[in-house]
């Protein structure tokens, strides 16, 4: 049962901008924190962006700080991932998390929900 759906990736040229959804209709239970992870094979699951539903604080791994914007829209149900200024090293699988419990949201084992993902390929 896919309970998180991620949409927007795609193929985009260094310099580029795209822009990821997050659907989180399906989850039912209260929201702690939401985020965005980036998984490149061989590679562990980083964090990207991360956003607390209590607060509406935002956060940002050192790579992308400046680039990408994380937004939360409750009434649409959906995470937002604003990526512009796009390079080859941003190439990856993104996926959407969400946890119930409170935790530090860039380490991956604090979400219980994942999507499957979708493809951002950056070419220089």
């Known amino acids: 049962q896919v309970r998180l759906q991620e949409s927007g990736g795609g193929s985009v040229q260094a310099g580029g901008s795209l822009r990821l959804s997050c659907d989180t209709s399906?989850?039912?239970?209260?929201?702690?924190?939401l985020g965005w992870f980036r998984q490149v094979p061989g590679n562990d699951r980083e964090p990207v962006a991360t956003?607390?539903?209590?607060?509406?604080?935002?956060q940002y791994s050192r790579s992308v700080k400046g680039r990408f914007s994380i937004s939360r829209d409750s009434a649409k149900s959906t995470l937002d991932l604003q990526m512009d200024s796009l390079q080859p090293e941003d190439t990856g699988t993104y996926l959407c998390a969400t946890s119930r419990w409170a935790g530090n949201p860039f380490n991956p084992r604090s979400y219980d929900t994942w999507g499957q993902g979708t493809q951002v390929t950056v070419s220089s």
């Open positions: 956003f607390y539903t209590s607060n509406s604080d935002k």
């Open positions: 399906r989850i039912t239970t209260p929201i702690n924190h």
